[in-house]
């Protein structure tokens, strides 16, 4: 027996949805051009709009941000889990580590507006709701599971001559970072969770000094530059040697 098939959206349903993919896709024109300084009127005035027409979509300039957040923060998830997804899974571990981590940065470079709503600095008079909060995960979480998977079949070597030191049993610091193993798939009593935290500032930092400027008149070869703090990183979680 056949299962039913969904209802195809109406044509109102439609012409919304596309009516909101427009507005989007202006608003982001308008970060491209002009930062964080977004303006429904001004969304609405490219399009040909009343600005009183574009409040019936988004009713106000943050529920428009949060949905351009969200937005950015799902398709990075995705890239990111799909690039990790296409490794071959034959004890990959390293392979796995260097996939994710280049797609962060190949959207980042792709997408320098998006990139920038989501790890650039705060807009001035915007608070992000709680429902960023998953989808803000999506890529960590990703990036996280070739580390969880290597602890967990006990692929992971610490590097030669570096010890971290565990932190005081059950400090404020301890717990935090028992909640955040759990929060992110590693075991309670993870030794990974630390070094890959440690690994993500460096990724990311490594990619906001490229995608903000921070290397112009330093490094043409950018790539190469960004492979050698992505492979340190690796060394430091103790997914291959030097």
């Not at 009127?41 to 979509?57: E, H, K, P, W």
């Not at 301890?174 to 990724?203: H, N, W």
């Amino acid at each position: 027996m056949n299962a039913a098939k969904s209802p195809a959206p109406s044509i109102r349903a439609r012409v919304r949805a596309e009516m909101i993919g427009e507005i989007k896709r202006v608003a982001l024109e308008h970060l491209e051009r002009d930062g964080s300084a977004l303006s429904l009127r001004a969304v609405a005035r490219d399009m040909g709009m009343v600005s009183s027409a574009i409040y019936r979509y988004f009713p106000s300039r943050d529920e428009l941000l949060t949905a351009l957040i969200i937005d950015a923060y799902n398709s990075l998830g995705e890239a990111v889990e799909r690039a990790d997804g296409d490794v071959d899974r034959r004890d990959a571990y390293l392979s796995r580590w260097f996939a994710v981590c280049h797609t962060v940065r190949r959207w980042a470079i792709a997408r320098p507006a998006e990139y920038a709503l989501i790890y650039g600095s705060p807009i001035p008079g915007y608070k992000a709701p709680d429902e960023t909060i998953e989808p803000g995960a999506w890529a960590m979480i990703a990036m996280a599971q070739c580390v969880r998977e290597a602890e967990a079949a006990g692929k992971l070597h610490a590097p030669e001559g570096i010890a971290p030191l565990p932190p005081t049993e059950n400090s404020a610091y301890a717990q935090e970072l028992r909640i955040t193993a759990i929060g992110m798939g590693f075991t309670e009593d993870s030794r990974a969770l630390e070094p890959f935290l440690s690994a993500l500032t460096m990724v990311f930092g490594a990619v906001n000094f490229e995608v903000f400027g921070r290397l112009n008149r330093v490094f043409t070869e950018r790539g190469e530059w960004y492979d050698r703090q992505v492979r340190d990183m690796a060394v430091w979680i103790g997914l291959g040697p030097r």
